[in-house]
């Protein structure tokens, strides 16, 4: 019997190609259906907007019987707080294949901030700032979150001449990168000394404002905080304090923890303080790798083999 996937947000190209090089799947095209069905085995997402499309207005129809769901997006901690997926139900999502251009967000996030480049931008190529560019060469850096992102965010780091340290929840293969690895319970004790601190860390309710006023008391005057992962896992209170007061040098934040930012947020007046509206994530070429996943876990899935970029719902990952 062929499996049934119901797809979300893909375009005709895509859907022809699935259709011809999956005979042991039936299709079925999300808002609208093309035909009534009771049950399906897993739903399929292109992107967050159309995986939120099925998650809101028709999971509770079809939860009993679906097995696989695929997210669209790296992170999913918006969704599942109630058991909405049954036990059996494996999840997947688009973790790791962001890292590249997520990682080149957080550099330009921090090369804004250490040349002086937002303030040239902000007042004109006649501004005389007080503080002097700094050089990245030889300045220590820690990663919190040594995932898909953090691993391509301390490739790009080392090439300017970093020294890297990380926090993870989980040791890592050893890394000629990474000079010293630090497990997330000692995370505190691996801020001190820090130039620059890297959050590129899953939100769960452990990492849940894991800047916070404890955890500054153990950042150095002058550091640098960049945030390319979720709004929450930063007390934006916190940060608007210490960057007023200049502890912080500058931090700059593809996230908030209410988006989209209020025009007259307060974080938005401070020159130190770098933002960008959540775009950290697109690149020219995510979509080809967000498909060729997809294509791979819908061929897995049909033949029963184990899944690509599964996901914990519990454990937030």
Known sequence: MKKKILLGGFNRK????????????EFYLHKPLQKK?????????????SFENFYYNDLHKYKSSISWVHLGAAGFDKYFHNNELSKKCKLTTGKIIQ???VADHAM???LSLTRNINLVIKNGPFYRFKNRPIELRNKNALIVGYGGIGKCVAERAKGF????????????????VVNNFHLIENYKKALKDKDIIFYT??????????????????????????????????????????LKNNHLRGAGSDVVDVEPIKKNHKLLKLSNFVYTPHIAGISDK????????????????????????????????
């Open 14 to 25: 895509q859907i022809l190609f699935l259709k011809k090089n999956n005979n042991k799947v």
């Open 37 to 49: 069905i009771d049950k399906i085995d897993a739903f399929v997402s292109v992107s967050r907007k």
């Open 99 to 101: 890292g590249p251009q």
């Open 108 to 110: 330009g996030l921090l």
């Open 161 to 176: 001449g970093l020294n890297i340290d990380v926090v993870d929840h989980k040791y890592s293969p050893i890394s000629n």
């Open 201 to 242: 860390i899953p939100l769960t309710k452990k990492t849940e404002k894991l800047f916070n006023k404890g955890s500054i008391k153990y950042i150095k005057k002058g550091a640098f905080i960049i945030n390319v992962c979720r709004g929450d896992v930063i007390c934006f209170e916190t940060l608007y304090k210490y």
């Open 286 to 317: 995510l979509s080809g790798r967000n498909f060729k996943l997809i294509e791979s876990n819908i061929s897995r899935y049909a033949n029963n083999d184990e899944l690509i970029n599964l996901a914990n719902i519990i454990k937030g990952y």
